[in-house]
């Protein structure tokens, strides 16, 4: 039976689904694994210390350790010792200087479907690959990001024009210049959907899809000035979104005064509260969302006992983008995407790119790389590997002036794995016939 796929090798010779399992050589040389279970527990394995003293790995029980949350997961994976303890500062501030540092390996077991649990022979195989067989490298928080057990919604691939010089939608002016190109998403325009889905005073969204897709500038483009924006980032608390006390203004006479935070704002105003990068911001603001985004559309703000529940107006909707792959993301609650039904997965039209201007050649590499992107993520059951988007297009052009390797550094800014990088220099020499580095080097000042 086979029971290991690694991402290098070997072609998929079983039916059943795959379950990623994120693999690590510790620092005393043991191997270590964390997976994730259907239940949502976060589990990390390893050979069990005093029988692993005995030198032989064979002989050696599995011990696992469960953990609540992905963070902390790959805080055990990538500790040292034994044995990891979420409640001790001193052991979490020490995994979390050593996971910003690491690269692990990902590999992929085939389970049956209702399987909530691995055995322990195929944990000890896997083991013993991790010591012996290279996984895929890759960034320890996008690998912990892949063990996240997809949510089931309608997913929505935006189409690419099928005729460049005969689009079905006239362009859109943005509220800070430039133009947004609809794109055909069921019976319409995407813009238009997202409008009907704000009118309908029921749902509330979700874009997810590469950075630079142009997730934010389809909002934009839909809802204009009517957008209230927040920017998701580790830092952001609920008390920034609902309202907090702020230094009084000189000479007011008032050493406080309380200010509405954007959630508050859009609810009370009816316009679009637009969470971007949601999945960068702690869970706490996937709970603060909860009231707003199901029947009651309310929020109660437990710092303003005094103060009536709000309730949003009509107009006010929900939209959250997100990606599936960069560092320091983590997934959404499902509280959370069950509330925002309607799931969009946004892409870049390379059909738009051509009518901006972005060259032949430059769309011939796009197109290549997203096809080997694309492929990678159907044989390996995961996200696409990257690929260039519309942003990375738009700033590789506007370098066309200075050669080809000015253009590779924006063609690749947001490009994460340095494999996919060396993999794009190799297509983009194929096309444009000129040898690039993957970061320019200055020359010689004679």
């Known amino acids: 039976m086979t029971t290991l796929i690694t991402p290098r090798g070997a072609p998929m010779t079983t039916n059943r689904p795959l379950r990623p399992i994120v693999g690590v050589i510790t620092a005393d040389d043991s191997p270590r694994l964390l997976y994730r279970t259907d239940g949502g527990a976060w589990i990390v394995a390893n050979h069990d210390p ?51 540092s690491t690269t692990v390996s990902l590999y992929r077991l085939p389970v049956d479907g209702d399987t909530d649990e691995i055995s322990d022979a195929a944990l000890q195989e896997l083991l013993t ?57 069921f019976d319409t325009s995407d813009v238009a959907f997202l409008r009907e889905l704000r009118a309908g005073g029921s749902m509330h969204a979700r874009l997810s899809g ?99 529940p709000v309730t949003a107006a009509d107009g006010f909707m929900v939209v959250v983008s997100y990606n599936h792959s960069d560092i320091g993301i983590r997934p959404l609650s499902a509280s959370l995407l069950r509330r925002l039904s309607m799931h969009v997965r946004v892409d870049t039209d390379y059909g738009v790119a051509a009518r ?57 800014a947001s490009a994460t794995e340095p494999a996919r990088v060396r993999d794009t220099a190799r297509v983009f020499a194929s096309v444009f016939g000129t040898v690039v580095t993957e970061i320019a080097e200055l020359g010689p000042s004679n």
């Open 50 to 100: 005093f029988m692993r003293a005995f030198g032989d790995a064979a002989i050696a029980s599995i011990l696992r350790a469960e953990y609540a949350t992905g963070r902390d997961g790959l805080r055990a994976l990538v500790a040292a010792g034994d044995y990891f303890d979420p409640n001790a500062p001193a052991e979490v501030e020490a995994a979390d200087r050593t996971l910003r």
């Open 129 to 185: 690959a991790v010591a012996t067989t290279a996984g895929d490298p890759m960034r320890a928080e996008r690998a912990a990001a892949e063990l996240t057990a997809p949510v089931a919604a309608p997913t929505v691939v935006c189409q690419a024009h099928a005729h460049l010089d005969r689009p079905r939608f006239e362009p859109i002016d943005l509220p800070g210049g430039g133009q947004y190109w609809p794109r055909t998403l």
């Open 210 to 308: 590469p950075p630079g897709s142009g997730k934010t500038t389809l909002v934009d483009a839909a809802f204009g000035e009517d957008i209230i924006c927040v920017q998701g980032h580790p830092d952001l608390t609920v008390a920034s979104l609902y309202g907090q006390y702020l230094p009084g203004e000189p000479g007011s006479g008032t050493a406080w005064r309380w200010v509405d935070g954007p959630a508050v704002r859009a609810a009370r105003e009816g316009k679009v509260l637009l969470i971007d990068e949601a999945n960068r911001a702690p869970r706490d603001v996937d709970d603060a969302l909860l009231s707003l985004t199901d029947k009651r559309r309310q929020i109660i703000n437990a710092d303003r006992p005094d103060l009536p």
């Open 356 to 412: 901006l201007g972005v060259g032949d050649d430059l769309l011939q590499v796009a197109e290549n790389l997203r096809t080997s992107g694309r492929r990678y993520g159907i044989d390996h059951d995961c996200e696409p590997a990257w690929y260039p988007q519309l942003a990375d297009l738009e700033g590789a052009e506007a370098m066309r002036r200075h050669g080809p390797q000015a253009m590779f550094g924006p063609l690749t």
